[in-house]
């Protein structure tokens, strides 16, 4: 029996790694490893740089998933030699040069655009970033509309924000331009809108699937983004 490839989970921004809390049974369950790396939200490339240091130190192939920022994060890394196919649950799927502002502003804002507040944070040069985050006391309604709200209290105060310069920034590589890739949108997404998924998707060639879900796919549909991650296993194998 072939061994299974590696599943890394990607997270988006405002999460950190514990948003798949609800996918990581479902998958090991399988018999498939997972990876979910803290992501450090500071920069895409970067951030992707730091993803694609975890994939090459992984024996044997990976299946590389991202939820939402995380979905451009993957599109970067994912031309390690090791990465046989991507997978998007919610996610952006850039083009090559292409930044996060960039696609989106080709539709209509979602609610997070008025969700959004700023902090500041010290950089090492000593001058100051901007931090971006959702306001708490709206992340059940635009992040996670249909998760439990006992588990969206705790969301909203334990947020990784992202680094607002990373909106910005062009994606250095486009991965699903050598790579097959998979793409569950959310229908009811109030986070990204929905059309920037299909858009991204339907410009990678990626399978799609529609899932009537929350931003927060991942947690409310853990099975159903399972089912989608290991049809890009069986699809892939040798």
Known sequence: MPTPPTVVLVHGAFADASSFRALV???????????????????LNGDAAYVASVVRQIEGDVVLVGHSYGGAVITVAGVEDNVRALVYLAGYALEEGESLGELQGGFPD?????????????????????DVAVDPAQVHEVFAADVDPEITRVLAVTQRPLAAAAFGEPAGAAAWKVKPSWGIVSTSDRTINPDVERF????AGATVTEIDSSHLVMLSHP????????????????
């Open 110 to 130: 979602s609610a997070l655009a008025t969700a959004l507040v700023q902090t500041s944070f010290p950089l090492p040069d000593g001058t100051t970033g901007v």
């Open 25 to 43: 049974p479902e998958l090991l369950d399988s018999g498939i490893p997972v990876v979910a790396p803290a992501v450090p939200n500071r920069s």
């Open 200 to 203: 991204g998707y339907r410009r």
């Open 223 to 238: 099975k159903e983004s399972a089912d989608v991650i290991r049809e890009a296993i069986r699809a892939t194998g040798d």
